[in-house]
């Protein structure tokens, strides 16, 4: 123990500790107190020689005062910085206080600034002052709840050093100031030009669009040739104005109303405030860089994890290697998100994002968050609308590191995106900038704030916007006139005059064609089938791994059985035939990414696509060491979470077209946690904005008495929102059908994504294996129709169904008699002639059934219902058979989930007399 009297001298508990756990381990507290205490050890060993006053407990409790002020100004000083623009003061904290720490300001006259680590500073009192003016004047930092040391210290350099606390020139400033009078002058002239338009403008937050310039500048400096945005609809036509550059025209002709494309039946479009845009910009400097701003719907913050995704895919093209990880270079793509400040602690997609930032199958190096912070929700004030002091809260938890900045200070805002630019390059994580401004109109334009915030908005009201708050300081630094920075604005508000001008004096666009995705696309012409010796060759190489490396000895036992199932016996599985899929995929230089809640093994240990040392731990993934592979195979077991992790993989598809990406939910029943994503962008993207995908979505469906949550995939809501072959759905029953269908999602000219229902006890059934030569031959089979067990001429029955239910079906169908099983595998696209086809086949048929094992209200039903009966005709009765009306899709207790089962097969199977045939369904 130390002869420092430090516990002796402080008696308090606190310091004690802290000076316990320095001795036993210096790097095990704060950098602050690590210095005290080794500065108070010498002092005291000076004053023990020389009988100063360095030894005096008295003085040494100065010390450690002034030191916990110096920590509590570092990590408390944001609540002493005027944030908001409307002037409400700061919190403040008693722990800003020299009071609170047992000292004065007399007392930080005596100790000299070395003995607090600031050599420069003559005593403790001038270190604080100017500790104070960083901390607690224009931005407000917080980084002490990150974990990391290094990153703290950096931190600390960097904002107390004065590297990255330059501050604009004279020049700089007055590019702001423009950049402010365009983006304020944009605003005052829509709402003169077209009163009564929502617009969701920028007003009060200004700031926004000179922050993305210098993000964009500083990336493209720094190395990034891409830019990924995804924002809101509030200021989002300023910023595809003068951030994507999208004409000013073009954003008139929105108002105006004026659409070339509105005569094509499936483009139906969007708002003007949820589009999207890409351009290139060149800077000053020779560098160009592509910035892209993707389309969002109105279910805010649910772009994040697209955004991410389209950035993951965006760094890794244009890559030779076939490796995941040396292929994507991260500081080559630059995302940036901006959220709102009511929805960023409200929307639970924004702390499912944050968690995928560190994760090695989603991370893309650090992204750049900016609140833009309006003080208010639709009409929600803060203390309803979060359970925290500030709107970032919810980023400590993942410990990302905020500034504070008030949206009337611009060069702060744009000295923030510095800072966080500056992190991102040193470390690769996020960064959140908290832009505190005010929403001058209501949440739009043709609401009336006042009626919910009367006193917030007749401070709004009297108070300057933030392009007059900067020009009058620019004023006061004497760098412009008033003349000039009137000049400006008149010089601004004519040119967008002229434009619009312009634009009414123009004739309407004319109409064009009828849609060019209106027809459905050939998909049978794609050719999918694989020869023998490539699927040979494919399976050998997922059978081989290192002699050293050691798997599970069952599970190479089950893995040897692949080698045999090529043979002439068969005996191909659903995890086989997928292997083999993806395998040949890859040789034909196709990439391939899955991901999904265990889905590197398989939920049902049925696909096995990493192996593990059964001695070492170590892992080995087969379809990544294929000799001939052109294709690059990812697959990750991705965190719990539904929403976050399909919109990432949906964002990944949109951005790498030569990309097979598919999602595997770990039962299809948890696909519903991600229906915005389902039903915003998957369904109906391309209809809206013209954006493509070609995302799977592999959902296990199928009743087996795993109760409510583990049946069913709710197919009915999928079909619900098919049209304008918008999706392609399937419930393949075979592996062989699995393989091909597969494979042509991968080929196809025309990018759509692809549901399939996936099997659960099919996976391993004898009776649905295929054989090498259902893969070397053939193609996907929308419908299947098997030979009766009696002549064509003497089938009374016909009953269609899908997926497991035929297997069911099947194994009583010799029992039945005069009967027709037909399996329709693809639903959407609808088979109507290939059912029509296989309905005049039998020319005694009396009754068509559709069997299905989901409730009535739920399954295919009510889809297939009218389309069946446009494939049948008026003449033939159809019959539907399954579980009636139901609020819940499945049985929970097994003995009525049996019972329901029996019904349906013993019902399928039982051809009707004359008289129940007259009363079956018409209609």
Request: proline share 6%.
């Amino acid at each position: 123990m130390s002869s420092l009297p430090i516990t002796s001298a402080f008696n308090d508990g606190y310091i004690a500790g802290l000076y316990e756990s320095f001795l036993r381990d210096p790097a095990s507290v704060d950098s602050s107190w690590r210095q005290f205490f080794s500065v108070a050890q010498s002092l005291a060993g000076a004053g023990s020689a020389a009988g100063g006053a360095a030894s005096d407990p008295a003085y040494l409790r100065k010390v450690a005062g002034a030191a916990g002020l110096v920590q509590a100004i570092r990590q408390y000083g944001h609540l002493d910085v005027q944030l908001d623009p409307l002037g409400s003061p700061p919190l403040s904290a008693a722990e800003l206080k020299p009071e609170f720490h047992g000292i004065s300001h007399a007392d930080l006259e005596t100790i000299p600034g070395a003995a607090l680590g600031f050599p420069d500073d003559a005593t403790a009192a001038a270190a604080v002052t100017r500790l104070r003016q960083i901390y607690s004047s224009s931005i407000g930092f917080e980084f002490e709840h990150i974990e990391e040391e290094a990153e703290r210290d950096w931190f600390r350099r960097a904002i107390e050093g004065g590297e990255m606390r330059r501050q604009l020139t004279a020049d700089e400033k007055r590019v702001v100031l423009r950049r402010l009078t365009e983006v304020d002058g944009l605003e005052r002239f829509l709402g003169f030009a077209y009163q009564g338009y929502k617009r969701f403008s920028i007003e009060g937050t200004d700031a926004l669009v000179p922050m993305l310039d210098a993000a964009i500048d500083g990336a493209a400096r720094a190395g990034a040739r891409q830019v990924v945005i995804g924002m809101a609809h509030r200021g989002r036509i300023n910023v595809l104005t003068h951030v994507l550059e999208k004409p000013v025209s073009a954003i008139f002709e929105d108002f105006e109303g004026k659409h070339a494309h509105t005569s094509a039946p499936n483009d139906t479009g969007d708002v003007k405030y949820h589009l999207g845009a890409r351009t290139v910009r060149e800077l000053s400097t020779g560098e160009s860089v592509q910035v892209v701003l993707l389309p969002n719907p109105s279910h805010l913050e649910m772009v994040n994890p697209v955004v991410e995704g389209v950035a993951r895919a965006l760094q890794q093209s244009g890559s030779a290697s076939t490796d995941p990880d040396e292929s994507r270079d991260e500081a080559s793509v630059l995302p940036v998100l901006v959220h709102g400040d009511a929805a960023f602690p409200g929307e639970g997609v924004v702390a499912e994002t944050f968690n995928l930032s560190h994760l090695r199958g989603y991370r893309t190096g650090g992204t750049l968050h900016i609140i833009s912070n309006n003080q208010v929700g639709v009409t929600t004030d803060p203390r309803d609308g979060r359970s925290t002091y500030y709107a970032s809260d919810l980023a400590k938890g993942f410990e990302v590191p905020i500034v504070h900045v008030n949206g009337d200070d611009a060069e702060a805002c744009v000295v923030a995106v510095w800072l966080g630019l500056a992190y991102r390059a040193r470390f690769g994580k996020d960064f959140l900038i908290d832009l505190v401004g005010y929403r001058r109109h209501g949440h739009n334009e043709t609401d009336e704030p006042a009626f919910t915030q009367p006193l917030l908005y007749a401070a709004i009201r009297s108070h300057p916007s933030p392009r007059e708050v900067w020009a009058a300081r620019l004023v006061r630094e004497g760098l412009l006139a008033d003349e000039d920075v009137k000049r400006l604005d008149a010089d601004v508000q004519a040119a967008f005059d002229r434009v619009l001008t312009q634009v009414k004096a123009a004739p309407p666009p004319a109409e064009q064609g009828n849609g060019h995705h209106a027809a459905a696309p050939d998909l049978a012409s794609v050719a999918t089938s694989v020869a023998p010796e490539i699927l040979r060759s494919v399976n050998e190489r997922l059978l081989t791994w290192p002699s050293e490396f050691k798997p599970m000895p069952k599970l190479a036992r089950l893995l040897e059985r692949r080698r045999a199932a090529l043979g002439e016996a068969g005996g191909i599985d659903w995890g086989h035939a997928e292997a083999l899929a993806l395998g040949s995929l890859l040789v034909q230089g196709v990439s391939v990414r899955l991901t999904g809640q265990d889905s590197e093994r398989g939920t049902f240990s049925h696909r096995q696509a990493v192996l593990h040392d059964f001695e070492h731990g170590t892992s080995y993934a087969l379809l990544q060491h294929i000799p001939d592979a052109k294709g690059r195979f990812e697959v990750y077991n991705s965190p719990l979470s539904e929403l976050a992790v399909l919109a990432f993989e949906y964002g990944f598809s949109v951005a790498a077209p030569t990309t097979l990406v598919l999602w595997e939910a770990q039962y299809g029943d948890f696909a519903n946690v991600a229906q915005p994503i389902i039903d915003q962008f998957i369904a109906s993207d391309r209809a809206k904005w013209g954006q493509d995908s070609g995302v799977v979505l592999l959902l296990p469906h199928g009743y087996e008495g795993g109760g409510p949550e583990h049946s069913s995939a709710r197919l009915e809501r999928f079909l619900q929102l098919a049209a304008e072959n918008n999706m392609r759905i399937a419930y393949p029953s075979t592996p062989a059908q699995y393989f091909h269908i597969l494979r042509r999602q991968a080929l196809a000219s025309e990018r759509r994504p692809l549901v399939l229902m996936q099997p659960k006890s099919l996976l391993r059934l004898p009776q649905a294996a295929s054989h090498l030569s259902d893969l070397t031959s053939g193609a996907f089979q929308p419908v299947i129709a098997g030979a009766a067990e009696q002549g064509a001429d003497q089938v009374r029955r016909m009953v269609l169904c899908t997926g497991k239910l035929y297997y069911d079906l099947a194994g009583q169908a010799s029992k039945a008699g005069a009967i027709a099983l037909v399996r329709v595998e693809e639903l959407y696209p609808w088979p109507h002639e290939q059912i029509a086809n296989v309905i005049d086949r039998y020319p005694a048929l009396e009754e068509v059934v559709w069997a299905q094992e989901e409730p009535k209200n739920m399954g295919a039903w009510s889809f297939v219902a009218p389309r069946l009966r446009a494939a049948v005709g008026n003449t033939l009765p159809i019959r539907y058979i399954g579980r009636p009306e139901r609020a819940s899709p499945a049985e929970g207790y097994a003995t009525s989930h049996t019972q329901q089962q029996t019904k349906i097969v013993t019902d399928a199977l039982a051809v009707a007399d004359p008289v129940g045939a007259a009363g079956a369904a018409r209609g």
